[in-house]
């Protein structure tokens, strides 16, 4: 000691000096030296930390504790790395649900990035293993991509084929758009000559009805009489 039977300047196993007093625990944001038997400063991230000034088992407000998976040691960071997220309630960095690569928290509907063989939503949140309607499944950016046409009730990958569509609407001959289908029966009203009669389309079969069926421009089989 010096000055004073208090002022401590080095201290005896199993004391550590904090400042002029020698005691066996360091005060909270400082760590214990072995070496020097000093109650050393931690790293200014950490609120603290232990075995040296870097190592931290706790955060300061603002930072999440990262664990190195291989030595195991603690860091005070701002962005918790990938695959994993920061959660306020213990400080820490947690791991995002499996099927994420990362997200904002640890459920699979708060993925912001999915994982092979799973699509991120419209919403930006979330993944599945599928699409709603009018998205298809891009598996180069795993991601639900809106279809070209609105009324697409599936597309392939190009976005530009339709592959079902939505009631009231059918495939045209390429199937690149959804076509208007008042009636349901398969022909687009524009080319369908009784647009609100299911019966009638152009793969009907003509019958002696008085109706072309079939919009041929015939009735019951007989051309109609233009003169």
């Not at 010096?2 to 904090?18: F, I, K, R």
């Not at 870097?54 to 990262?66: D, K, Q, V, W």
């Not at 076509?179 to 009669?197: E, K, R």
């Amino acid at each position: 000691c010096e000055g004073t039977p208090y002022s401590c300047t080095a201290c005896e196993d199993p004391n550590y000096l904090d400042g002029d007093t020698c005691s066996e625990i360091c005060p909270m944001g400082t760590f214990k030296d072995t070496a020097t038997r000093r109650c050393e400063h931690c790293d200014p991230s950490c609120a603290a930390c232990d075995g040296d000034a870097s190592s931290c088992i706790l955060c300061n407000p603002g930072r999440f504790l990262e664990v190195d998976e291989i030595d195991q040691t603690g860091s005070c960071v701002a962005a918790c790395g990938g695959g994993k997220y920061g959660k306020s309630s213990t400080g820490t960095c947690d791991r995002c649900n499996e099927i994420c690569l990362s997200c904002f928290g640890g459920l699979a509907t708060e993925c912001t990035e999915c994982a092979q063989n799973y699509y991120l939503q419209p919403s930006g949140v979330g993944c599945k293993t599928y699409c709603d309607p009018g998205y298809y499944p891009d598996g180069f950016e795993k991601r639900c991509v809106l279809c070209a046409d609105e009324h697409c009730l599936n597309c392939t990958l190009d976005r530009e084929v339709c592959e079902g569509c939505a009631p009231g609407y059918t495939p045209s001959a390429d199937g690149s758009t959804c076509l208007s289908d008042t009636d349901g029966d398969g022909d687009p009203d524009g080319s369908d000559c009784a647009p609100t009669d299911a019966s009638v389309h152009a793969t009907a079969s003509e019958t002696c009805n008085g109706v072309d069926d079939d919009c041929d421009g015939t009735t019951d089989g007989v051309a109609a009489d233009t003169s």
